[in-house]
């Protein structure tokens, strides 16, 4: 189905500083938009991301995912929470594809993207456990789940999924094998 569309539609990956402010704004809406994130840091955080990408039809941005720099006591915040190390890690955040253009492929094309412009980082996401659609990206991206936290502002379970091996899958899978 993306390559139906892929005439009109363009992938772009690219430094803060190197996107338009208006370019810029549009994104913010659009991660306004999905609800998934508060939104008092976002437009601080994206002006310091390591990468962002964005997709658009035509002249309109319809989807966006970011590399962000975390500062460093939020991410230790986020590991000690879930138990898990993330000292070092980029965060992968502020996904959102225009609901009309979801489910063909657009998230996979932006994270791809990133991934493969960051070799070997550690990349590290925050997901609500009941957002399947997310998961199921993320995973079929080769990134793992290492650990859970309940958000206490929002009561939501909230995985971390790793692009390093996790000692919690591991731990999963040996308790499969034993069973
Ligand atoms: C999560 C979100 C960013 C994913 O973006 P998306 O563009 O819908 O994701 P994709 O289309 O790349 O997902 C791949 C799906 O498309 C299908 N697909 C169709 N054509 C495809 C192609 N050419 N390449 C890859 N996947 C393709 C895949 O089979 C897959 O389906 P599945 O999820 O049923 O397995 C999007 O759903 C969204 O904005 N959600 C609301 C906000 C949100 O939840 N953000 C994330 C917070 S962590």
């Known amino acids: 189905m993306l390559e139906e569309m892929e005439p009109s539609l363009t992938f772009h990956f690219k430094k803060p500083n190197e996107i338009s402010p208006e370019v810029l704004e549009e994104i913010y809406g659009l991660v306004s938009q999905s609800g998934e994130v508060g939104l008092s840091w976002v437009k601080d955080n994206l002006k310091r991301a390591f990468l962002i990408s964005y997709a658009k039809d ?3 941005v319809i989807g966006t995912m970011t590399l ?3 500062l460093p006591e939020y991410a230790r915040k986020i590991g000690r929470l879930a138990g898990v190390d993330l000292d070092g890690y980029l965060e992968r955040g502020y ?4 609901p009309e ?5 657009i998230g996979d094309r932006l994270l791809k993207g990133l991934v ?3 070799p070997g980082a550690k990349i590290y996401v925050t997901i609500r456990m009941d957002n399947e659609q997310a998961i199921r990206l993320t995973r079929r991206n080769g990134m793992r789940l290492a650990g859970k936290f309940i958000n206490q ?8 999924f790793v692009n390093t091996p996790s000692e919690l899958e591991h731990q999963e899978q040996e308790a499969c094998t034993t069973d």
């Open 68 to 70: 962000k720099r975390p």
């Open 116 to 118: 493969k412009r960051a």
């Open 58 to 60: 035509g002249d309109r």
């Open 95 to 98: 996904s959102a594809v225009l």
């Open 153 to 160: 502002r929002t009561g939501h379970e909230i995985g971390v």
């Open 101 to 105: 253009y979801q489910g063909i492929g």
